[in-house]
């Protein structure tokens, strides 16, 4: 069975009444859902917040998805526009906290990865947030072009040039921190 | 290796950022106290106006009474504690607090369209989900939201630190207080 499949399957469970099934979908997107609010530039504490309404709201309105859809990008479209206006009302009430969040990194993980981690999340908190998306969308949930398109409400033709900006931005931010701590 | 393609290599090898460890039960435990999957299911057009048209009788007829029977509104103070799971009605909207396991649901039946602010001693409770509501903006202790659509409920899920034993909750609309109410949580 796909995980397309499975996914419909967790949804048509839930929407008959089997809260537990939704357990199912946590499973397989908590993470990616997690990864793509922190790399956005959310605190730990928020992120867990803001994933949490994530995923309310998803359950609340899994009546609304159209099964001629891949259920992946109905949730991650969801995900991206709550986790954008989380921020944005967060940033109004408080000034985001610039503390950066990474994996915990295992004993094995080599300082030099933690560093290129650093590296890049700084990297992606100096573009603008329509960059940061299509960096986030592309290489973090692993989006095709037309499934970009779709969870970032856009043409297909623009997420690809905004794609490539974004890549030449963040080369350039990259850039810049390394002549910045030279 | 060409730059972009060393950048992408970077970007791919990146490692995802752990969730913590209770969050998957908190979403679960929000889940099972939210009333079920497509619990904001919309009408079909005809039946939404038919829907709407009631509500907006119905939101009538209640500030008919409000304003000409009973011009002084009854505001519930903090004063009295009530138990966990009452009513409290004023002109601009009715709160039902309710519990459902170890949460607790603030339920909003909006009366008329408006700005809504609900405050709640951040000390006693933290905020676990909002539900119904457009474009909430929340903080600490405080949500914020407008009402377009009065035949929608909101629900507010929170969470009671463990050694609450009672939860102050102040609804204001248009910024001005409607509701005051002390709930105890034991």
């Keep these: 069975m796909s995980e397309d499949e499975k996914d419909r399957m967790c949804v048509q469970r839930c929407l008959s009444g089997d809260a537990n099934a939704f357990e199912g979908i946590l499973e397989r997107y908590e993470r990616p859902i997690y990864n793509a609010i922190v790399r956005m530039g959310a605190d730990r504490e928020d992120a867990r917040d803001i994933c949490q309404q994530v995923f309310i709201k998803v359950y609340l309105h899994l009546d609304t998805y159209d099964p001629a859809r891949k259920f992946f990008s109905w949730l ?82 623009t997420v690809k040039s905004r794609l490539f900006t974004a890549r030449q931005l963040l080369r350039e931010a990259l850039e810049s921190q390394r002549h910045a701590s030279r | 290796m060409h730059p972009d393609e060393e950048l992408i290599a970077r970007l791919q090898a990146m490692p995802q950022a752990e969730p913590p460890s ?124 407008t009402v377009f659509d009065l035949s929608r409920r909101v629900g507010i899920v929170l969470r009671p630190r463990p050694s609450a034993g009672s939860l102050s909750v102040r609804v204001l609309s248009e910024k001005r207080e409607v509701i005051r109410a002390a709930v105890d949580l034991n």
Aim: glycine share 6%.
């Design chain 1, 76 to 157: 991650y479209r969801i995900a991206m526009n709550e986790a954008i206006n989380q921020m944005k009302s967060q940033r109004a009430s408080e000034p985001l906290s610039r503390n950066l969040i990474y994996g915990h990194p295992n004993p094995e993980q080599n300082l030099e990865a933690v560093e290129q981690e650093r590296e890049i999340q700084t990297g992606l908190l100096a573009l603008e947030m329509k960059y940061r998306l299509s960096i986030i969308v592309s290489y973090f949930l692993q989006l095709s072009y037309e499934e970009a398109a779709h969870v970032l409400s856009l043409p297909e033709k």
């Design chain 2, 22 to 145: 209770d969050l998957r039960t908190a979403i679960m435990d929000s889940v099972r106290a939210s009333g079920g999957a497509g619990a904001f299911r919309r009408p079909a057009r005809l039946a939404r106006r038919v829907f709407l048209g009631g509500w907006a009788v119905a939101a009538a007829i209640i500030l008919i009474f409000f304003v000409i029977a009973q011009p002084r509104t009854e505001q519930h103070s903090a004063a009295t504690m009530a138990p966990l799971s009452a009513s409290y009605r004023s002109e601009a909207l009715t709160l039902e607090v309710s519990r459902n396991g170890s949460l607790v649901k603030l339920g909003l039946i909006p009366l008329r369209t408006g700005s809504i602010t609900i405050e709640w001693d951040p000390k006693s409770a933290e905020l676990v989900a909002i539900s119904g509501a457009e474009a909430a903006s929340s903080s600490k202790g405080r949500t914020t939201f």
